[in-house]
Nanobody, 119 residues
Framework: QVQLVESGGGLVQAGGSLRLSCAASGMIFRRYDFGWYRQAPGKQRELVAGITSGGITNYGDSVKGRFTISRDNAKNTVYLQMNSLEPEDTAVYYC?????????????WGQGTQVTVSS
């Protein structure tokens, strides 16, 4: 079965950096689009960054220029490099994988990893 396992979260001071990893298994990794989402307490889950199977990336406005998403198809892993972290980046970060199959895309989620940025 498909599994997504996030890691790399933790506590960091404002201005610091973290790198999140999402290790995937049970799938043909190179065929999937991936996204990093986050959810802060009391807020809706929002897209942070996405990367297509072809390597095209997109970012949420609040993280542009600070975060970088990448993928390593040989390691079945997606990364989120987060620099210049701000307290507003505090949230649970989730990895999402999507395989587009016509009108019925397959979507999978990881369990999430906590990122806390102190001021």
């Amino acid at each position: 079965q498909v599994q997504l396992v996030e890691s790399g979260g933790g506590l960091v001071q404002a201005g610091g950096s973290l790198r999140l990893s999402c290790a995937a298994s049970g799938m043909i990794f190179r065929r999937y689009d991936f996204g990093w989402y986050r959810q802060a307490p009391g807020k809706q889950r929002e897209l942070v960054a996405g990367i297509t199977s072809g390597g095209i990336t997109n970012y949420g406005d609040s993280v542009k220029g600070r975060f970088t998403i990448s993928r390593d198809n040989a390691k079945n892993t997606v990364y989120l490099q987060m620099n210049s972290l701000e307290p507003e980046d505090t949230a649970v970060y989730y990895c999402n994988a999507v395989l587009k199959l016509g009108n019925l895309p397959l979507s999978y989620w990881g369990q999430g990893t906590q990122v806390t940025v102190s001021s």
